[in-house]
């Protein structure tokens, strides 16, 4: 019992970090991006969303993603009728992967974002 409520919290502590730096704008996002552990199971998270993105055939995965990171959760839910949270941290997860692996691709989709929202 007290082992579920101490994941519960950290879990709910962690989502409140990741909206405080998602309002902070890019800087919270780079952020995010250079704190996130991509582990095998957040590896193999994200690339079941990008086959499940595939099935319903929504192409756009870098749209998903900036709508995600630009919007709250309700906003983003009544947009794409998707969850939000599954896409901020397959997001995360990637921009993570990204700036470790394609720097270059990493630059363009924060430049991309920045334009998107309207972000310094």
Not at 21 to 44: C, Q, Y
Not at 85 to 95: E, Q, R
Request: glycine share 6%.
């Amino acid at each position: 019992m007290l082992e579920s409520l101490d994941r519960t919290a950290a879990h709910t502590m962690e989502w409140a970090i990741i909206e405080g730096k998602l309002k902070l704008g890019i800087g919270g996002v780079e952020w995010l991006a250079i704190h996130v552990n991509p582990d095998e199971l957040r590896k193999k998270h994200l690339s079941n969303w990008f086959g499940f993105l595939a099935d319903v055939e929504r192409k756009n995965s870098d749209e998903l993603m900036q709508d995600a990171l630009l919007m709250d959760s309700d906003s983003f839910y009544s947009r794409h009728a998707l969850n939000w949270w599954i896409v901020v941290k397959n997001a995360l997860t990637y921009l993570s992967l990204l700036r470790q692996r394609d720097y270059n691709r990493y630059s363009d989709f924060i430049r991309e974002l920045q334009l998107k929202g309207g972000m310094s």
